[in-house]
């Protein structure tokens, strides 16, 4: 006779809420999008709603997640796609993740679609200094926790680095107005014109409101110390677009030089270009090492740009006040640094003069803290300028909390709002005198619920051959300052992207009580591996499972005790193996974090 398989099944509830070890080792393990976003949005979810042309729908679950999906479906760093199946080796390119999101954007709702409080109101208060992404994230999700919530911005218009740092060519003003709006219909009040520090000091709100989170950003520059930094035309990068996107600048000089090689690189050298100037940009490592969003760059060498790898600046050049020149020097890889990349060694004889009426620094910012009153000062600042919780969002001062950039140095947008909303997280639990539940976004709960309608899930095996989509874009010479480069996707174009997705949410699994080893399943799979016939489960430390061992060729005697086994990273969720199956013995769930 067959073993007892009760425990085979790889999650602890066939319905319902858990917090279980194994089902949260599930869901990482194979909602590989899901886990490595860092709010941990429910892409699966929301692509299944984009194929089958619930556009709205695909919105909604993404607000709840990233709190701004028009945004971030034309600006996010993507991690996502990463990590998608789809990208694994032999699988394809991964998924148009972040263009599909725009699409929920684009063809959902044209009316703001406002989220309910799933509480009563609190009578708490929290004043959030910043109005970027991650203040806004936070302030947006303490809102709905119940919370009376008030955001301090001292520029004139709220949005942060969205509104003063990425150009309208990728990021379209009205679109980040609306989403700030939905912010506000949460209950969220913005006083935009107050700067902390200044017009409001710092002990008065941490007096004066129950919680303060620091959402300030990063607003002090990286300068580099060389030389003739004092020479007028040097700049820094978010300054410069500042200027431009803000106040509607537009003198910058004939020729341009962008120092850098990141997001901010590209946003200067492209906005460069849009003001007449000829513009090159050097970086000291290689062109692989740029960090920079897909088709980005190639972008930037389409409008006319010029790019320059591997040489690092030594000098400013100068003629009386002014900046005339750059003095570079050619690098090769050396030794890895602490976070892993190759460092730039000088390659000495080999220097290079490059002539520029303006240099601007695209070399990295960090937390501006000297709005910070003495006395807080002392507890939440350690000596080199960080704040002394590192990255956490806790502060020595108990109603102090720091949230996004401010506490995590230069990072990506998704990034900040995810650090932002387990900073509300744990801003809601001091105010109520609770213990904070485990991060959301790595730890659940899950809720599992059994599928309606059988095995149906609109996926077939022909959409693992439709190749990624190409995003549309503006012709180069169409290309104007305000004039959005990508144009979206057609309706049709999206939910045929989306259809790309394997859902990984689903969870195909065999009931070994019931199973009578026909094989009917294993006739009809559509890719080898995706159910094999396996000997034994392997288990962790914990218990939970982590594998399989097949079953040795020729070793009949170990026939009864062999099982069929659905590997989640090879299926493909058509249902196949469930419309055969004689005697019911496959079940489908959807796997999700609890809402």
């Not at 790889?10 to 089902?23: E, K, V």
């Not at 709905?144 to 003063?164: A, C, D």
């Not at 460069?272 to 000291?284: D, E, I, K, S, T």
Request: net charge neutral.
């Amino acid at each position: 006779m067959r073993p007892d398989f009760k425990s085979a099944t790889a999650l602890s509830i066939s319905s319902g809420a858990s917090t279980a070890p194994q089902d949260l080792h599930w869901l990482a393990n194979n909602i590989p999008c899901q886990a490595a976003c860092p709010a941990g949005t429910d892409i699966p979810g929301y692509l299944e709603a984009i194929y089958h042309g619930r556009f709205a729908e695909a919105y909604e679950i993404n607000l709840r997640d990233n709190v701004f999906p028009a945004v971030l479906g034309r600006v996010c760093s993507r991690p996502c796609e990463g990590a998608c199946r789809h990208g694994w080796e032999g699988n394809g390119e991964s998924v148009a993740i972040c263009f599909s999101k725009r699409s929920a954007a684009d063809f959902g709702s044209s009316a703001p679609v406002v989220l309910k409080s799933p509480r009563p109101e609190s009578a708490k208060t929290v004043a959030v200094i910043g109005s970027g992404v991650a203040g806004l994230a936070a302030a947006r999700d303490l809102a709905l926790l119940g919370h009376r919530v008030t955001v301090f911005e001292k520029h004139r218009i709220p949005g942060g680095m969205l509104n003063q740092g990425i150009p309208a060519f990728r990021l379209p003003r009205a679109i980040i107005e609306r989403e700030i709006q939905q912010v506000q219909a949460a209950g969220v009040e913005i006083r935009c014109g107050v700067e902390v520090g200044g017009d409001l000091p710092m002990s008065r709100l941490a007096a004066g409101f129950d919680a303060v989170v620091m959402a300030a950003g990063t607003l002090r520059p990286n300068l580099l110390g060389l030389p003739g930094e004092q020479l007028k035309g040097i700049e820094h990068g978010l300054s410069f677009l500042l200027q431009v996107n803000e106040f509607g600048r537009r003198d910058i000089g004939r020729r341009v030089i962008v120092i850098g090689g990141g997001y901010t690189a590209m946003d200067c050298a492209r906005t460069a270009l849009r003001l007449g100037a000829q513009v090159g940009v050097v970086y000291r490592r290689a062109r692989q090492d740029m960090v920079v969003l897909p088709g980005e760059l190639e972008a930037l060498l389409q409008e006319g740009g010029h790019l320059e790898t591997n040489y690092s600046p030594k000098e400013y050049l100068g003629d009386r006040e002014s900046v005339v020149g750059v003095r570079f020097i050619r690098t090769r890889q050396g030794e890895a640094g602490r976070d892993g990349r190759r460092m730039p060694v000088d390659v000495p004889g080999s220097e290079l003069d490059i002539g520029a009426d303006t240099v601007i620094l695209a070399t990295g910012q960090f937390p501006e803290t000297s709005w910070i009153v003495p006395e807080l000062k002392r507890k939440l600042v350690a000596k080199d300028g960080w704040l002394s919780g590192g990255n956490s969002q806790e502060t020595a001062q108990p109603n102090v909390f720091a949230a996004g950039d401010f506490a995590l140095g230069a990072t990506t947008l998704i990034q900040a709002i995810g650090h932002a909303r387990e900073c509300a997280r744990k801003v809601d639990a001091w105010l109520n005198d609770v213990k904070c539940a485990p991060s959301r976004a790595l730890a659940g709960p899950v809720f599992q619920s059994k599928v309606p309608g059988g095995g149906d899930t609109g996926r077939t095996p022909s959409m693992n051959l439709i190749p990624i989509h190409a995003m549309p874009t503006l012709a180069v010479d169409k290309r104007q300052m305000d004039a959005e480069v990508e144009t979206g996707y057609p309706a049709e174009t999206a939910s045929a992207e989306a259809s790309r997705c394997y859902l990984c949410h689903y969870k195909f699994e065999i009931i070994d009580q019931k199973c009578v080893l026909c094989d009917e399943c294993l006739n009809v799979k559509p890719v080898e591996g995706c159910i094999v016939e396996i000997a034994s489960l392997v288990r962790d430390d914990e218990g939970r499972i982590s594998g399989y061992t097949r079953v040795e060729q020729g070793k009949t005697d170990s026939l009864y005790y062999n099982r069929l086994w659905i590997d989640q990273s090879q299926c493909i969720r058509c249902g196949r193996c469930e419309s055969v199956c004689p005697v019911n013995a496959i079940t489908i769930q959807k796997i999700s974090l609890e809402a």
